[in-house]
Protein backbone atom coordinates (compact mmCIF):
# COMPACT_ATOMS: atom_id res chain seq x y z
CA UNK A 1 0.00 0.00 0.00
CA UNK A 2 1.25 3.23 -1.15
CA UNK A 3 1.87 6.13 1.52
CA UNK A 4 3.59 8.53 -0.20
CA UNK A 5 3.85 11.89 0.35
CA UNK A 6 1.67 12.87 -2.43
CA UNK A 7 -1.29 10.70 -1.58
CA UNK A 8 -1.67 11.93 1.94
CA UNK A 9 -1.22 15.74 0.49
CA UNK A 10 -3.99 15.54 -1.19
CA UNK A 11 -6.46 13.82 1.10
CA UNK A 12 -5.65 17.00 3.31
CA UNK A 13 -5.65 19.49 0.77
CA UNK A 14 -9.65 18.66 -0.25
CA UNK A 15 -10.66 18.90 3.13
CA UNK A 16 -13.10 21.93 3.78
CA UNK A 17 -13.24 23.47 7.34
CA UNK A 18 -17.33 23.92 7.33
CA UNK A 19 -17.07 25.23 10.61
CA UNK A 20 -17.99 29.18 10.67
CA UNK A 21 -15.49 31.37 11.96
CA UNK A 22 -15.67 31.13 15.80
CA UNK A 23 -17.40 27.92 16.07
CA UNK A 24 -15.63 24.28 16.86
CA UNK A 25 -14.86 22.86 14.09
CA UNK A 26 -16.92 19.98 12.54
CA UNK A 27 -14.01 17.52 12.35
CA UNK A 28 -15.97 14.18 12.44
CA UNK A 29 -18.89 15.91 9.64
CA UNK A 30 -16.68 17.36 7.17
CA UNK A 31 -14.09 14.21 7.16
CA UNK A 32 -17.11 12.22 6.55
CA UNK A 33 -18.21 14.31 3.48
CA UNK A 34 -15.25 14.44 2.21
CA UNK A 35 -15.00 10.53 1.98
CA UNK A 36 -18.58 10.48 0.33
CA UNK A 37 -17.76 12.77 -2.19
CA UNK A 38 -15.30 10.12 -3.39
CA UNK A 39 -12.54 12.68 -4.44
CA UNK A 40 -9.87 9.89 -3.11
CA UNK A 41 -10.53 6.28 -3.98
CA UNK A 42 -10.77 3.36 -1.14
CA UNK A 43 -7.35 2.78 -0.18
CA UNK A 44 -6.48 6.41 0.51
CA UNK A 45 -4.39 6.99 3.50
CA UNK A 46 -5.71 9.77 6.14
CA UNK A 47 -3.13 11.77 7.77
CA UNK A 48 -4.40 12.39 10.89
CA UNK A 49 -1.06 15.25 11.74
CA UNK A 50 -2.16 17.00 8.40
CA UNK A 51 -6.34 16.40 8.81
CA UNK A 52 -5.53 17.74 12.43
CA UNK A 53 -3.34 21.57 10.63
CA UNK A 54 -6.23 21.58 8.56
CA UNK A 55 -9.06 21.81 11.04
CA UNK A 56 -6.74 23.67 13.98
CA UNK A 57 -6.78 20.99 16.41
CA UNK A 58 -4.75 18.44 18.20
CA UNK A 59 -4.65 14.82 16.67
CA UNK A 60 -7.21 13.53 19.79
CA UNK A 61 -10.32 14.85 17.89
CA UNK A 62 -9.29 13.38 14.74
CA UNK A 63 -8.78 10.07 15.97
CA UNK A 64 -11.63 9.61 18.10
CA UNK A 65 -13.39 10.67 14.23
CA UNK A 66 -11.62 8.32 12.57
CA UNK A 67 -12.65 6.07 15.13
CA UNK A 68 -16.54 6.30 14.77
CA UNK A 69 -16.00 6.56 10.71
CA UNK A 70 -14.35 3.15 10.83
CA UNK A 71 -17.74 2.24 12.79
CA UNK A 72 -19.73 3.27 10.33
CA UNK A 73 -17.63 0.85 7.62
CA UNK A 74 -16.34 4.19 5.80
CA UNK A 75 -12.59 4.20 7.70
CA UNK A 76 -10.52 1.32 8.68
CA UNK A 77 -7.61 1.29 10.38
CA UNK A 78 -4.36 -0.90 9.51
CA UNK A 79 -1.25 -1.41 11.83
CA UNK A 80 1.80 0.15 10.59
CA UNK A 81 -0.08 2.00 7.85
CA UNK A 82 -2.96 3.94 10.00
CA UNK A 83 -6.37 5.00 8.86
CA UNK A 84 -7.16 5.07 5.20
CA UNK A 85 -10.89 5.01 3.55
CA UNK A 86 -12.16 1.55 3.81
CA UNK A 87 -11.50 -0.32 0.74
CA UNK A 88 -13.83 -4.05 0.07
CA UNK A 89 -13.41 -6.95 -1.93
CA UNK A 90 -15.93 -6.54 -4.70
CA UNK A 91 -18.06 -9.42 -3.04
CA UNK A 92 -18.33 -7.48 -0.10
CA UNK A 93 -19.46 -4.42 -2.25
CA UNK A 94 -21.86 -6.47 -4.51
CA UNK A 95 -23.82 -7.77 -1.13
CA UNK A 96 -24.34 -4.48 0.19
CA UNK A 97 -26.69 -3.90 -3.10
CA UNK A 98 -27.95 -6.84 -1.93
CA UNK A 99 -29.01 -5.31 1.34
CA UNK A 100 -30.27 -2.13 -0.45
CA UNK A 101 -32.33 -4.11 -2.41
CA UNK A 102 -33.71 -5.53 0.76
CA UNK A 103 -34.61 -2.53 2.46
CA UNK A 104 -35.74 -0.85 -0.30
CA UNK A 105 -38.25 -3.08 -1.09
CA UNK A 106 -39.68 -3.11 2.10
CA UNK A 107 -39.55 0.61 2.58
CA UNK A 108 -40.75 0.87 -1.02
CA UNK A 109 -44.37 -0.94 -0.06
CA UNK A 110 -45.08 1.51 2.55
CA UNK A 111 -43.88 4.11 0.69
CA UNK A 112 -46.96 3.62 -1.99
CA UNK A 113 -49.29 3.79 0.57
CA UNK A 114 -47.99 7.17 2.73
CA UNK A 115 -46.55 8.85 -0.52
CA UNK A 116 -48.17 12.82 -1.17
CA UNK A 117 -48.61 14.41 -4.31
CA UNK A 118 -45.69 16.65 -2.78
CA UNK A 119 -43.47 13.37 -2.84
CA UNK A 120 -44.60 12.55 -6.76
CA UNK A 121 -42.92 15.91 -7.90
CA UNK A 122 -39.76 15.86 -5.57
CA UNK A 123 -39.38 12.66 -7.35
CA UNK A 124 -39.96 13.62 -10.33
CA UNK A 125 -37.99 17.13 -10.26
CA UNK A 126 -35.10 14.73 -8.88
CA UNK A 127 -35.58 12.55 -12.07
CA UNK A 128 -35.00 15.42 -14.40
CA UNK A 129 -31.85 16.39 -12.63
CA UNK A 130 -30.53 13.36 -13.69
CA UNK A 131 -31.41 13.45 -17.28
CA UNK A 132 -29.79 16.83 -17.36
CA UNK A 133 -26.57 15.39 -15.48
CA UNK A 134 -26.53 12.47 -18.12
CA UNK A 135 -26.83 15.26 -21.18
CA UNK A 136 -23.74 17.31 -19.18
CA UNK A 137 -21.61 14.53 -18.53
CA UNK A 138 -21.75 15.18 -15.45
CA UNK A 139 -20.58 11.96 -13.98
CA UNK A 140 -20.44 13.39 -10.20
CA UNK A 141 -23.72 15.01 -10.75
CA UNK A 142 -25.47 11.80 -11.66
CA UNK A 143 -24.17 9.96 -9.29
CA UNK A 144 -25.81 12.28 -6.31
CA UNK A 145 -28.85 12.39 -8.19
CA UNK A 146 -29.15 8.77 -7.80
CA UNK A 147 -29.06 8.48 -4.81
CA UNK A 148 -31.53 11.85 -4.06
CA UNK A 149 -34.01 9.75 -6.68
CA UNK A 150 -33.61 6.16 -4.56
CA UNK A 151 -33.94 8.01 -0.84
CA UNK A 152 -36.86 10.06 -2.40
CA UNK A 153 -38.59 7.14 -3.45
CA UNK A 154 -38.37 5.34 -0.01
CA UNK A 155 -38.36 8.81 2.71
CA UNK A 156 -42.00 8.24 2.53
CA UNK A 157 -42.28 5.04 4.54
CA UNK A 158 -41.50 7.12 7.00
CA UNK A 159 -39.42 3.75 8.48
CA UNK A 160 -36.75 5.62 10.33
CA UNK A 161 -34.51 2.93 11.47
CA UNK A 162 -34.17 1.27 7.62
CA UNK A 163 -33.81 4.34 6.53
CA UNK A 164 -30.39 4.71 8.52
CA UNK A 165 -29.53 1.13 7.17
CA UNK A 166 -30.55 2.26 3.89
CA UNK A 167 -28.59 5.14 3.85
CA UNK A 168 -25.18 3.52 5.51
CA UNK A 169 -25.20 0.31 2.80
CA UNK A 170 -25.39 2.99 0.38
CA UNK A 171 -22.49 5.38 2.37
CA UNK A 172 -19.83 2.63 2.40
CA UNK A 173 -20.41 2.05 -1.46
CA UNK A 174 -19.62 5.88 -2.07
CA UNK A 175 -15.72 6.08 -1.99
CA UNK A 176 -15.83 4.05 -5.05
CA UNK A 177 -18.49 6.30 -7.21
CA UNK A 178 -19.95 3.47 -9.36
CA UNK A 179 -22.71 5.41 -10.68
CA UNK A 180 -19.98 7.83 -12.25
CA UNK A 181 -18.09 4.53 -13.64
CA UNK A 182 -21.09 3.46 -15.68
CA UNK A 183 -20.60 4.18 -19.58
CA UNK A 184 -23.25 6.16 -21.10
CA UNK A 185 -25.38 3.10 -22.68
CA UNK A 186 -25.66 2.09 -18.95
CA UNK A 187 -26.90 4.68 -17.40
CA UNK A 188 -29.32 5.24 -19.93
CA UNK A 189 -30.79 1.77 -19.19
CA UNK A 190 -30.95 3.00 -15.65
CA UNK A 191 -32.40 5.79 -16.25
CA UNK A 192 -35.01 3.70 -18.20
CA UNK A 193 -35.28 1.80 -15.30
CA UNK A 194 -36.18 4.67 -13.10
CA UNK A 195 -39.06 6.20 -15.56
CA UNK A 196 -40.68 3.00 -14.80
CA UNK A 197 -40.03 3.22 -11.55
CA UNK A 198 -41.83 6.52 -11.06
CA UNK A 199 -44.99 5.39 -13.37
CA UNK A 200 -45.40 2.73 -10.50
CA UNK A 201 -44.29 5.16 -7.77
CA UNK A 202 -47.15 7.63 -9.05
CA UNK A 203 -50.01 4.66 -9.37
CA UNK A 204 -49.64 3.96 -5.95
CA UNK A 205 -49.06 0.42 -7.20
CA UNK A 206 -46.30 -1.33 -5.28
CA UNK A 207 -46.13 -4.63 -6.77
CA UNK A 208 -45.76 -2.50 -10.23
CA UNK A 209 -43.36 -0.31 -8.44
CA UNK A 210 -41.69 -3.38 -6.48
CA UNK A 211 -40.93 -5.54 -9.34
CA UNK A 212 -39.37 -2.66 -11.31
CA UNK A 213 -36.93 -1.85 -8.84
CA UNK A 214 -35.69 -5.56 -9.14
CA UNK A 215 -35.41 -5.14 -12.54
CA UNK A 216 -33.44 -2.39 -11.70
CA UNK A 217 -31.40 -3.77 -9.33
CA UNK A 218 -30.46 -6.31 -12.26
CA UNK A 219 -28.87 -4.06 -13.98
CA UNK A 220 -27.36 -2.30 -11.60
CA UNK A 221 -25.09 -5.81 -10.84
CA UNK A 222 -24.47 -6.00 -14.50
CA UNK A 223 -23.12 -2.43 -14.44
CA UNK A 224 -20.85 -3.04 -11.36
CA UNK A 225 -19.59 -6.08 -12.45
CA UNK A 226 -17.69 -4.28 -15.63
CA UNK A 227 -14.97 -2.75 -12.81
CA UNK A 228 -14.87 -5.78 -10.52
CA UNK A 229 -11.37 -6.41 -11.50
CA UNK A 230 -9.92 -2.73 -10.84
CA UNK A 231 -7.31 -3.02 -8.26
CA UNK A 232 -8.02 0.74 -7.51
CA UNK A 233 -11.38 0.17 -6.16
CA UNK A 234 -11.26 -3.32 -4.23
CA UNK A 235 -9.12 -5.62 -2.84
CA UNK A 236 -7.60 -8.59 -4.73
Same mark, same amino acid.
Do not use: C
Given at each position: ????P??R?I?AS???N?A????????LD???R???D?DE???T???????????????I???????I?????????R????????K????EF????????????SA????????????D??????????? /? #?? %???D =???Y??Q?? $?F??? &?? *????????L????S????????????????????R????HD??IE????? /? #?? %???? =????H???? $????A &?? *??D??????
Amino acid at each position: MSTSPRRRSIFASRLVNTAPEGEQPRVLDDLRRAILDGDEPPGTVIPIDAVATVFGVSQIPVRESLKILTGEGLVEHRPHIGYRVAKLSFEEFRELYDVRQALETSALRASVQLATPDDDRLVGSIHEALA /D #AT %RRGD =EKGYHAQSR $RFHMA &LI *APSGMQRLLRMYESAWNITEPARPMARVSEVGRSRLHADHDRMIEGFVAR /D #AD %RLIA =ESTHHYEHL $REAIA &LF *ADDPELFLT
